[in-house]
């Protein structure tokens, strides 16, 4: 990134304005006159929650102060010991046992111009010389001040009915602001209610750059300083988001033609979605067919191999495409002249090297801080597309290319989800991808008990719990649904979130009409993380967008509970060995000492496989089952390392998946399972018996983008760096060795940051050819899966719209004293699907279902796969019988 550091030339007027400012921040009762200002403290362990409280940790329970100066004398609040009100307690539960202080209410009129100031608790205590001192954090009483008139005011560029523009920016806290315009400086004026800046302006300043110039007290550098940066509401941006672009979206000049008749493919319930994660890079920078290799208009590609592929997948029952992060990241460099290419150093043939080496990611490595590459969860602007995937990052392009994008996934059946990330930030303090933090500092991000910023999330983590950070989530959002047309979003980490936060989007979403706003919005799915871990665990400050709490929301959480079953282990297991329902555990069990011996194996399968029917019925709390040892028992009383393994309150509460961008992608993970010695024909069938596991669930489904096709990325468990190398898409196979279109298995030992402690693991299977698998086996993978979405999509009792029903409809005959190890067999009305995850054909005998016709399912009769249509039944005695490592679905014929 260019640094947005420049020389700041204030304006006249600007600066009589400040002198006046100056002037009235010294205007004090006398009485209010302090000692000369203590040094500044390195921590900020008190905090001002609101106009009337501060919280100190590790205060003693005597009378202290808060100073505030602007070099001169300083200036105090008084505070006299209290205790917190019943609903302060509830709104900071974390606080709740800390030393708590009341502003002495002849101060308070002080706080708004102890806020634009220096600010530090000082208390003298009786075993000291010298008082002690401690920073302050604000964002509490900024909320009370200002928050609640401030949530409702027009941030960024607004235009009127004549398209003249206002900026506004909320940086109340500040000393002053100012706009640079287009190389010059415009005077911005202050609403003293809100905190908001403000400066209108004619028609001209439409596509011009613009900063903010605020001079601001920074307690990251402890002074005073002038940042020069870019709008946080920013609608476009100038190429490496050196400068924001005054632009209204509405403008009809950036819609592509027909954007405004654009029709959408039949909105999908979240209960039935099916979902395809895609990134948007390694979509089509390796497809030859491809005129836009690695950008948007990719998308517009329709006849290209990848646009095939989505076609294809569209037409059996993939109902949405999941784009990783497409909003303005810090990370790549946006024109491709700054572009590094790893392939380009000496030495580095990437595709003539061993599959085993180490020298490919070494070269990887060398050019990945500055090449094309990145997942982009490093946001930089919120609500701007990124530029590197536009045809040319300066100006508004990038908006009508992700629109076109958008245009292509409607036109070929899929509706679009977005992933955002509004959790954290790629920066805080003062550094240069800093926006946020250098217009109001201590506010936008959660501070620990000590006043550093917390990073639990990776990075700098934000605090959606404030009141206008969380008017930035909301705001974002239906900017993206109403300027772009986006059918869905995925939040990252939302479990960071506060539960109101959420549904507050999801209230806002609601409100959008198609005669208002041209979308919507109650058609719009919402899904995220709900993973519960951090600062905010346990809802030790907020109540948290978790899974369990979002329960009955209508808003979906990954589920992990099956997710573990069908792989094995969890993603951080030191043996990547560790077996699970579709990797052998106990019925192909490999040499690691991981899984125990043969009695744990065999009671681990049988737990999992209880996750596994659970994860069948959309993770239900209270769906009632026989478990594996013959149990009674609900979905909330099974167990889940501790935790209750159901948690959904209904159908579409809990999303299914085997593999994501996070973690091994499930081919290699198998890679790793499986005993080595497994063909790739035999890989393959284990890959589909993993998909089919949510892919048949009741709820929503989602899989990584290639898994169909046993897309391999070397092994790497955390590619988001890892370049093209590793995480191109290859959609049509060739057999020939060394042109990079395998599945991307053998591509050399994955890069060492965070795979090094697998190597030992990872070298002999990338060295061994058999387990790269065959254009045909691909292909006949692919069309396999296909057939069981053309079931799940043509057959409605997959998408059962209450608990009742589910409980109702769906069974597991088996279950219990009569249970297979490896076999999960499931009645869901007029179907029976067995999935046979061992390396043996199986017979089930359901006695219930004897004397009752039934077929395999049409689908499969005619589908792709050889080996399923040797399934059969025996009407006389209820027998299904299902060739080794294949799921088949029966359906009744007649009947009852």
Same mark, same amino acid.
């Given at each position: 990134?260019?640094?947005?550091?420049?020389?700041?030339?204030?304006?006249?007027?600007?600066?009589?304005?400040?002198?006046?400012?100056?002037?009235?921040?010294?205007?004090?009762?006398?009485?209010?006159?302090?000692? !000369?200002?203590?040094?500044?403290?390195?921590?900020?362990?008190?905090?001002?929650?609101?106009?009337?409280?501060?919280?100190?940790?590790?205060?003693?329970?005597?009378?202290?102060?808060?100073?505030?100066?602007?070099?001169?004398?300083?200036?105090?609040?008084?505070?006299?010991?209290?205790?917190?009100?019943?609903?302060?307690?509830?709104?900071?539960?974390?606080?709740?046992?800390?030393?708590?202080?009341?502003?002495?209410?002849?101060?308070?009129?002080?706080?708004?111009?102890?806020?634009?100031?220096?600010?530090?608790?000082?208390?003298?205590?009786?075993?000291?010389?010298?008082?002690?001192?401690?920073?302050?954090?604000?964002?509490?009483?900024?909320?009370?001040?200002?928050?609640?008139?401030?949530?409702?005011?027009?941030?960024?560029?607004?235009?009127?009915?004549?398209?003249?523009?206002?900026? +506004?920016?909320?940086?109340?806290? !500040?000393?002053?602001?100012?706009?640079?315009?287009?190389?010059?400086?415009? =005077?911005?004026?202050?609403?003293?209610?809100?905190?908001?800046?403000?400066?209108?302006?004619?028609?001209?300043?439409?596509?011009? =750059?613009?900063?903010?110039?605020?001079?601001?007290?920074?307690? +990251?550098?402890?002074?005073?300083?002038?940042?020069?940066?870019?709008?946080?509401?920013?609608? *476009?941006?100038?190429?490496?988001?050196?400068?924001?672009?005054?632009?209204?979206?509405?403008?009809?000049?950036?819609?592509?033609? &027909?954007?405004?008749?654009?029709?959408?493919?039949?909105?999908?319930?979240?209960?039935?979605?099916?979902?395809?994660?895609?990134?948007?890079?390694?979509? +089509?920078?390796?497809?030859?067919?491809?005129?836009?290799?690695?950008?948007?208009?990719?998308?517009?590609?329709?006849?290209?191999?990848?646009?095939?592929?989505?076609?294809?997948?569209?037409?059996?029952?993939?109902?949405?495409?999941?784009?990783?992060? *497409?909003?303005?990241?810090?990370?790549?460099?946006?024109?491709? @002249?700054?572009?590094?290419?790893?392939?380009?150093?000496?030495?580095?043939?990437?595709?003539?090297? =061993?599959?085993?080496?180490?020298?490919?990611?070494?070269?990887?490595? %060398?050019?990945?801080?500055?090449?094309?590459?990145?997942?982009?969860?490093?946001?930089?602007?919120?609500?701007?597309?990124?530029?590197?995937?536009?045809?040319?990052?300066?100006? /508004?392009?990038?908006?009508?290319?992700?629109?076109?994008?958008?245009?292509?996934?409607?036109?070929?059946?899929?509706?679009?989800?977005?992933?955002?990330?509004?959790?954290?930030?790629?920066?805080?303090?003062?550094?240069?991808? +800093?926006?946020?933090?250098?217009?109001?500092?201590?506010?936008?991000?959660?501070?620990?008990?000590?006043?550093?910023?917390?990073?639990?999330?990776?990075?700098?983590?934000?605090?959606?719990?404030?009141?206008?950070?969380?008017?930035?989530?909301?705001?974002?959002?239906?900017?993206?649904?109403?300027?772009?047309?986006?059918?869905?979003?995925?939040?990252?980490?939302?479990?960071?979130?506060?539960?109101?936060?959420?549904?507050?989007?999801?209230?806002?979403?609601?409100?959008?009409? =198609?005669?208002?706003?041209?979308?919507? &919005?109650?058609?719009?799915?919402?899904?995220?993380?709900?993973?519960?871990?951090?600062?905010?665990?346990?809802?030790?400050?907020?109540?948290?967008?978790?899974?369990?709490? $979002?329960?009955?929301?209508?808003?979906?959480?990954?589920?992990?509970?099956?997710?573990?079953?069908?792989?094995?282990?969890?993603?951080?297991?030191?043996?990547?060995?560790?077996?699970?329902?579709?990797?052998?555990?106990?019925?192909?069990?490999?040499?690691?000492?991981?899984?125990?011996?043969?009695?744990?194996?065999?009671?681990?399968?049988?737990?999992?496989?209880?996750?596994?029917?659970?994860?069948?019925?959309?993770?239900?709390?209270?769906?009632?089952?026989?478990?594996?040892?013959?149990?009674?028992?609900?979905?909330?009383?099974?167990?889940?390392?501790?935790?209750?393994?159901?948690?959904?309150?209904?159908? &579409?509460?809990?999303?299914?998946?085997?593999?994501?961008?996070?973690?091994?992608?499930?081919?290699?993970?198998?890679?790793?399972?499986?005993?080595?010695?497994?063909?790739?024909?035999?890989?393959?069938?284990?890959?589909?018996?993993?998909?089919?596991?949510?892919?048949?669930?009741?709820?929503?489904?989602?899989?990584?983008?290639?898994?169909?096709?046993?897309? @391999?990325?070397?092994?790497?468990?955390?590619?988001?760096?890892?370049?093209?190398?590793?995480?191109?898409?290859?959609? %049509?196979?060739?057999?020939?060795?060394?042109?990079?279109?395998?599945?991307?298995?053998?591509?050399?030992?994955?890069?060492?940051?965070?795979? %090094?402690?697998?190597?030992?693991?990872?070298?002999?299977?990338?060295?061994?050819? !058999?387990?790269?698998?065959?254009?045909?086996?691909?292909? *006949?993978? @692919?069309?396999?899966?296909?057939?069981?979405?053309?079931?799940?999509?043509?057959?409605? !009792?997959?998408?059962?719209?209450?608990?009742?029903?589910?409980?109702?409809?769906?069974?597991? /005959?088996?279950?219990?004293?009569?249970?297979?190890?490896?076999?999960?067999? $499931?009645?869901?009305?007029?179907?029976?699907?067995?999935?046979?995850?061992?390396?043996?054909?199986?017979?089930?005998?359901?006695?219930?279902?004897?004397?009752?016709?039934?077929?395999?399912?049409?689908?499969?009769?005619?589908?792709?796969?050889?080996?399923? %249509?040797?399934? @059969?039944?025996?009407?006389?005695?209820?027998?299904?019988?299902?060739? *080794?490592?294949?799921?088949?679905?029966?359906?009744?014929?007649?009947?009852?």
């Amino acid at each position: 990134m260019s640094s947005t550091e420049h020389r700041y030339r204030p304006h006249r007027r600007l600066a009589a304005s400040l002198a006046l400012g100056l002037a009235a921040l010294l205007i004090t009762p006398p009485q209010q006159q302090a000692h !000369a200002s203590p040094a500044d403290p390195a921590k900020a362990e008190a905090q001002w929650i609101d106009r009337d409280t501060v919280v100190w940790k590790g205060a003693e329970h005597a009378a202290a102060e808060l100073e505030f100066a602007d070099g001169g004398p300083g200036h105090r609040i008084r505070l006299t010991p209290g205790a917190l009100t019943p609903a302060e307690r509830a709104a900071y539960p974390h606080l709740k046992s800390l030393p708590a202080f009341t502003v002495d209410p002849r101060d308070r009129d002080l706080a708004r111009n102890a806020l634009r100031n220096r600010l530090i608790a000082t208390q003298q205590r009786s075993s000291d010389a010298a008082p002690a001192t401690t920073g302050v954090q604000i964002p509490g009483v900024l909320d009370d001040l200002y928050g609640r008139a401030a949530q409702h005011a027009h941030l960024g560029p607004t235009f009127d009915g004549s398209h003249r523009p206002t900026l +506004s920016v909320w940086a109340p806290t !500040a000393r002053t602001v100012a706009l640079e315009l287009d190389g010059r400086t415009v =005077p911005m004026r202050r609403d003293d209610t809100t905190g908001v800046w403000r400066a209108k302006g004619s028609r001209a300043w439409t596509g011009k =750059p613009y900063r903010y110039v605020v001079r601001v007290w920074a307690p +990251s550098v402890r002074k005073t300083v002038t940042n020069k940066v870019t709008d946080p509401y920013s609608t *476009a941006l100038t190429a490496d988001s050196a400068r924001s672009l005054v632009v209204d979206l509405a403008d009809p000049r950036l819609a592509p033609k &027909g954007w405004s008749q654009l029709k959408k493919p039949l909105a999908v319930p979240l209960r039935k979605a099916r979902i395809q994660e895609l990134h948007i890079r390694d979509f +089509s920078v390796e497809d030859r067919t491809s005129r836009h290799p690695g950008q948007y208009l990719a998308f517009t590609d329709s006849r290209s191999d990848g646009m095939r592929h989505l076609k294809s997948l569209a037409r059996t029952g993939t109902s949405y495409v999941h784009l990783l992060p *497409a909003f303005d990241g810090a990370t790549v460099p946006e024109r491709r @002249s700054d572009q590094q290419d790893p392939a380009q150093q000496p030495d580095c043939k990437l595709a003539a090297m =061993p599959a085993d080496s180490d020298r490919q990611q070494e070269c990887v490595g %060398k050019t990945a801080a500055h090449d094309a590459y990145n997942w982009g969860y490093d946001p930089l602007h919120y609500t701007v597309p990124e530029g590197s995937y536009a045809s040319d990052p300066e100006g /508004p392009r990038r908006t009508t290319e992700f629109r076109r994008m958008v245009q292509g996934l409607n036109g070929a059946g899929l509706r679009t989800v977005m992933d955002v990330v509004y959790n954290h930030t790629a920066a805080s303090g003062q550094a240069a991808t +800093s926006v946020l933090d250098r217009i109001v500092p201590g506010y936008y991000h959660r501070l620990l008990d000590d006043g550093s910023v917390a990073t639990s999330t990776c990075c700098s983590g934000t605090a959606p719990e404030h009141t206008m950070m969380g008017k930035l989530v909301v705001d974002s959002v239906v900017t993206w649904a109403r300027q772009y047309k986006i059918d869905g979003f995925r939040f990252d980490l939302m479990g960071h979130h506060p539960k109101a936060n959420i549904l507050a989007v999801r209230k806002a979403l609601d409100a959008l009409t =198609p005669a208002r706003d041209g979308v919507d &919005g109650k058609s719009i799915i919402l899904y995220g993380e709900g993973w519960d871990f951090g600062e905010a665990a346990g809802d030790a400050r907020f109540v948290q967008a978790t899974q369990r709490n $979002m329960a009955g929301t209508g808003i979906a959480t990954f589920s992990d509970r099956a997710r573990d079953a069908i792989r094995g282990g969890g993603p951080f297991d030191a043996d990547p060995r560790v077996q699970g329902f579709a990797s052998g555990l106990s019925t192909d069990p490999n040499s690691s000492p991981a899984n125990g011996d043969a009695a744990a194996q065999h009671a681990r399968l049988l737990h999992y496989q209880d996750l596994i029917k659970l994860g069948l019925t959309g993770n239900l709390a209270d769906y009632a089952f026989t478990d594996s040892s013959g149990r009674r028992v609900k979905g909330s009383e099974v167990d889940y390392n501790g935790a209750p393994a159901g948690y959904a309150a209904a159908p &579409g509460d809990a999303l299914a998946y085997a593999d994501a961008h996070d973690n091994e992608a499930l081919y290699d993970t198998l890679a790793y399972k499986l005993p080595p010695g497994t063909p790739p024909a035999d890989r393959a069938r284990m890959q589909v018996v993993a998909l089919a596991t949510a892919a048949l669930s009741q709820g929503p489904a989602l899989s990584q983008a290639g898994t169909d096709l046993l897309r @391999s990325k070397s092994l790497d468990r955390n590619s988001f760096n890892s370049g093209d190398w590793f995480n191109a898409i290859h959609w %049509k196979c060739t057999d020939r060795t060394g042109d990079g279109t395998s599945n991307g298995f053998g591509r050399g030992l994955p890069p060492a940051a965070d795979n %090094k402690d697998k190597w030992p693991y990872a070298k002999p299977l990338l060295a061994d050819p !058999a387990l790269r698998p065959g254009c045909a086996t691909m292909t *006949a993978t @692919s069309a396999t899966y296909r057939d069981l979405l053309r079931i799940h999509a043509t057959e409605p !009792a997959f998408a059962l719209p209450t608990t009742a029903e589910v409980q109702s409809a769906l069974s597991f /005959p088996l279950s219990g004293t009569h249970e297979t190890p490896g076999v999960i067999t $499931m009645r869901l009305g007029r179907l029976v699907v067995v999935f046979n995850a061992t390396p043996h054909r199986q017979t089930q005998h359901l006695p219930s279902a004897a004397g009752t016709p039934y077929t395999l399912h049409p689908v499969q009769a005619h589908g792709a796969d050889p080996v399923v %249509k040797s399934s @059969s039944y025996q009407a006389t005695s209820g027998t299904f019988t299902v060739p *080794a490592r294949t799921v088949a679905v029966f359906s009744r014929t007649t009947g009852r």
